[in-house]
């Protein structure tokens, strides 16, 4: 861990030395922004990951957004309201249109969700619930849930990006993903994979023109080349600022780093649908969650910007059981659970982490497989691309492995649900446990919030005993930003709404 320390300090110097040696090429009509890894799809129904998210959010718009605070506000939806406790009516804005220049109406809503019953949607969380959306009037939908389920609302920011009816229909789902047509007040004018996205402004946006006419979106993978980038002038705001480079971008005199604590939680799963297998046994989980020190993880990798977690979701979500206490790093402890487990020599297993996605993710597998090697568990480490790690925790074929979520409708049953009900897509544990199915479905259909709440912390306490995951920190979000750039108030879940910056 000295090492990466001292790494961090030399790879600093070097950006350093890069940014003197680069001219700024700044200019009041674009905005340049730069994010860690390129977008995969611009399909909205497609789009999962931050790094489309945020470029989504500016071209499309949902029935509802959310404020800086994380409050929901009206997007496409200007009110709505129970009218019973199966049915929900939304009232939609007049006189938006289409980047086209066509007219937004609830046919396009309806469109929409019924898009959503096809193979390309990765909200099917949303769409298993609904039951019927059925057009009221031109600018009136209601949307029909098989049961109760007070968190629609909730659910339905940044997962149901509206699509237009006119534009889409009869094009594939290729198409629609290489030609993004929205109501945002930005127009997608030219992507070439892995090097940039260009938009232009779109005068016509209910939300009113932006005040920067363009902006263009590249993806730099390279943390030393990137930050460089911002201290040149080159770049004017970036995401995912390195924590090992924080204090150095600090002393850039036209630079200003920008941080929140973020609701992105870093864990850990484990295979346990093989009773031979290991991580089968809640002993081994046990041991392993023991023999994880956390707090050093914290300290001496993420440079102390980040929070150690007890639990998946963050404090402010409903179903954070205060409780929860995570337990203190004990070596002693773990092989002591390890024997009685039957593994008093500990095992080998392979554990994967991602090298592009998560801060410090590899070194975080790093640190953790030395860890481990301490209370006998011989860590086969393999860190690889997000797009190969997610693909292969969606195909099952990891035993052991990272991962991280940001969970958008600030509620634990689909932060819970996504990776441990039976059968879910990112359920790489292929955990089935019919008690859990069960408590998490009953949960899901309480009308009282509170109630729902009180339900979704008693699960959470459930998962927490039976050590289903290892919840390891969240992370900060920290972002480097010009200080001629204005404007800039980051979200909750991470998304830049470009079309409020102005140059100053």
């Not at 001292?6 to 890069?18: D, E, N, Q």
């Not at 201290?231 to 204090?247: A, C, F, K, N, S």
């Amino acid at each position: 861990m000295k090492n990466s320390s001292r790494k961090a300090v030399i790879g600093g110097i070097l950006f350093l030395l890069l940014a003197v040696m680069v001219g700024p090429a700044w200019t009041k009509d674009r905005v340049v922004i730069s994010q860690r890894t390129s977008a995969s799809t611009l399909h909205p129904l497609a789009i999962t990951m931050e790094p489309e998210q945020g470029i989504a959010d500016n071209i499309f718009d949902g029935l509802m957004d959310r404020d800086p605070s994380g409050k929901i506000i009206p997007g496409l939806a200007t009110s709505w309201e129970l009218l019973n406790p199966t049915k929900w009516r939304f009232h939609l804005r007049k006189g938006v249109k289409w980047q086209d220049g066509s007219p937004f109406t609830a046919d396009d809503v309806v469109f929409t969700f019924e898009l959503g019953k096809t193979p390309i949607n990765r909200y099917k969380f949303i769409s298993q619930k609904i039951k019927e959306v059925k057009k009221i009037d031109t600018h009136t939908v209601d949307i029909i849930t098989h049961n109760p389920w007070p968190v629609l609302v909730d659910s339905l920011y940044q997962t149901i990006f509206i699509m237009s009816k006119n534009f889409c229909t009869g094009k594939n789902d290729a198409f629609i993903a290489e030609h993004p047509l929205g109501t945002g007040p930005y127009m997608v004018k030219e992507w070439v994979r892995d090097s940039h996205i260009h938009l232009e402004a779109f005068p016509e946006c209910w939300e009113g023109t932006p005040k920067i006419p363009k902006a263009t979106y590249k993806p730099i993978s390279n943390d030393a080349t990137r930050l460089a980038g911002v201290i040149t002038g080159e770049i004017d705001l970036t995401t995912d600022v390195p924590v090992q480079y924080v204090d150095l971008v600090k002393k850039a005199p036209n630079v200003n780093v920008i941080s929140r604590p973020g609701m992105r939680i870093i864990f850990l799963m484990m295979r346990m649908n093989r009773p031979d297998f290991p991580t089968a046994k809640v002993k081994v989980r046990k041991a392993l969650m023991l023999g994880i020190n956390e707090q050093e993880i914290i300290e001496k990798i993420m440079y102390g910007r980040a929070t150690a977690a007890s639990q998946l979701p963050a404090s402010f979500m409903r179903g954070y059981n205060q409780e929860i206490v995570r337990p203190a790093y004990d070596p002693e402890l773990a092989k002591k659970l390890l024997a009685e487990a039957g593994y008093p020599n500990g095992f080998s297993i392979d554990f994967h982490v991602t090298n592009n996605r998560y801060i410090m993710d590899k070194e975080i597998g790093v640190a953790i497989a030395q860890q481990l090697s301490k209370i006998g568990v011989r860590v086969n480490l393999m860190a690889r691309p997000k797009e190969i790690h997610f693909k292969d925790i969606r195909a099952r074929k990891l035993d052991f492995y990272m991962m991280g979520w940001g969970e958008a409708t600030f509620d634990t049953a689909r932060l819970l649900g996504s990776f441990l009900k039976t059968g879910a897509v990112w359920n790489g544990s292929e955990l089935s446990d019919k008690k859990f199915d069960q408590m998490l479905e009953q949960a899901d259909q309480i009308a009282s919030l509170e109630k729902r709440g009180e339900a979704l912390a008693k699960l959470n306490r459930y998962v927490a005993d039976n050590v289903y995951v290892i919840p390891l920190h969240y992370q900060q979000d920290i972002y480097g930003i010009s200080k001629k750039l204005k404007g800039f108030e980051p979200k909750v879940k991470k998304t830049l709404s470009i079309n409020r910056l102005y140059f100053e």
